[in-house]
């Protein structure tokens, strides 16, 4: 099992950044997919960013180039720097693990997931 915490959320204006900080706990973290995905009002929750257990990086197109993920297994936290924010990451952000294959942005390859944390961009 893995527990997941998010924290640093917020609002920010447009041109402004955010760190988002994901604490995990659990004996499986480090063989696990780590992601962040995002649900706005209305809409599906989409994949926004993921690392696999080896390093390996994956972005969705609306961030590419504007966030970055990151890891520390030593503290089995996962980061989402966010720079250059626009009102369309306005969302609630989630972090979540899963198996280390298939496809990164698939909710359904990932078993555990935070509680979520908000951010708003004006």
């Known amino acids: 099992h893995v527990q997941l915490v998010e924290s640093g959320g917020g609002s920010a204006q447009a041109g402004g950044s955010l760190r988002l900080s994901c604490a995990a706990s659990?004996?499986?973290?480090?063989?696990?997919?780590m992601g962040w995905f995002r649900q706005a009002p209305g809409k599906e929750r989409e994949g926004v960013a993921a690392?696999?257990?080896?390093?390996?990086?994956l972005y969705s197109d609306s961030v590419k180039g504007r966030f970055t993920i990151s890891r520390d297994n030593d503290t089995k936290t996962v980061y989402l720097q966010m720079n250059n924010l626009i009102p369309e990451d306005t969302a609630m952000y989630y972090c979540?693990?899963?198996?280390?294959?298939?496809?990164?942005?698939?909710?359904?390859?990932?078993?555990?997931w935070g509680r979520g944390t908000q951010v708003t961009v004006s």
């Open positions: 979540a693990a899963g198996r280390d294959g298939g496809s990164w942005y698939d909710v359904f390859g990932y078993a555990w």
């Open positions: 659990g004996d499986m973290y480090s063989r696990r997919c």
């Open positions: 690392i696999r257990r080896g390093g390996k990086t």
